[in-house]
């Protein structure tokens, strides 16, 4: 299903119906003309016209085999996902009269979780009457995302659906901060390895003054 997706997305040979395209390929200056003429050059050359542009003016075709398009696309898309990083959503409750004690300890758990990349999704739940508390619970969630500002970012401010009312908080990077901190540490370890060399020679010119 995946390869039939793939190929339904662009237009090959006579399925090119406009009047002209600009052509494109290995070895090829870009050049506009005639799509019948195009057809004629590409089967020339034992390749096929594939549309990749349609809604350029003109459109914008590549000559090339249509399989090894494919599967050019095909690897593309296989090294983007690669390098898709994957989030996960980590869930905090509160109550709407959460106390202190709890609130903090809830807080140093979203501060792990987005220090490892995930997201937060906090939530206030109102049980039976404590609706009535809801700007309560707003306050609260505001709260938590100012104290995890370091950590987050808020995705999503406080919304209210039925009983819970949810705030999403996106991780920020703190990559390029744990490389500074890597690199500024390496002088100071070759620093203590360099000082007994100095020292060395110091040392051993002790003994010939007694010798003397």
């Given at each position: 299903?995946?390869?039939?997706?793939?190929?339904?997305?662009?237009?090959v040979n006579e399925q090119i119906r406009v009047r002209e395209v600009r052509?494109?390929?290995?070895?090829?200056?870009?050049?506009?003309?005639?799509?019948?003429?195009?057809?004629?050059?590409?089967?020339?050359?034992?390749?096929?016209?594939?549309?990749?542009?349609?809604?350029?003016?003109?459109?914008?075709?590549?000559?090339?085999?249509?399989?090894?398009?494919?599967?050019?696309?095909?690897?593309?898309?296989?090294?983007?996902?690669?390098?898709?990083?994957?989030?996960?959503?980590?869930?905090?409750?509160?109550?709407?009269?959460?106390?202190?004690?709890?609130?903090?300890?809830?807080?140093?758990?979203?501060?792990?979780?987005?220090?490892?990349?995930?997201k937060v999704k906090a939530y206030v739940f109102f049980k039976g009457r404590s609706i009535l508390f809801k700007e309560?619970?707003?306050?609260?969630?505001?709260?938590?995302?100012?104290?995890?500002?370091?950590?987050?970012?808020?995705?999503?401010?406080?919304?209210?659906?039925?009983?819970?009312?949810?705030?999403?908080?996106?991780?920020?990077?703190?990559?390029?901060?744990?490389?500074?901190?890597?690199?500024?540490?390496?002088?100071?370890?070759?620093?203590?390895?360099?000082?007994?060399?100095?020292?060395?020679?110091?040392?051993?010119?002790?003994?010939?003054?007694?010798?003397?």
């Amino acid at each position: 299903m995946k390869k039939d997706n793939l190929k339904q997305q662009y237009r090959v040979n006579e399925q090119i119906r406009v009047r002209e395209v600009r052509i494109v390929g290995d070895e090829i200056e870009s050049t506009v003309m005639p799509t019948s003429k195009a057809l004629q050059l590409a089967e020339s050359q034992g390749v096929d016209l594939v549309e990749i542009s349609p809604n350029a003016t003109p459109p914008v075709c590549r000559l090339i085999d249509y399989s090894k398009f494919l599967y050019q696309q095909k690897k593309r898309q296989k090294e983007m996902k690669a390098k898709q990083v994957k989030v996960d959503v980590k869930e905090i409750r509160f109550g709407p009269q959460t106390d202190d004690h709890d609130y903090n300890f809830k807080l140093k758990h979203a501060q792990g979780f987005l220090s490892d990349g995930d997201k937060v999704k906090a939530y206030v739940f109102f049980k039976g009457r404590s609706i009535l508390f809801k700007e309560q619970g707003e306050v609260l969630l505001l709260r938590f995302a100012n104290d995890l500002e370091e950590y987050g970012k808020v995705e999503q401010m406080p919304v209210l659906e039925g009983k819970r009312m949810t705030i999403f908080i996106a991780p920020k990077k703190l990559g390029a901060k744990k490389a500074d901190k890597t690199v500024s540490a390496q002088p100071v370890v070759k620093a203590e390895k360099a000082q007994p060399k100095a020292n060395a020679p110091k040392e051993y010119q002790g003994p010939r003054v007694e010798g003397e």
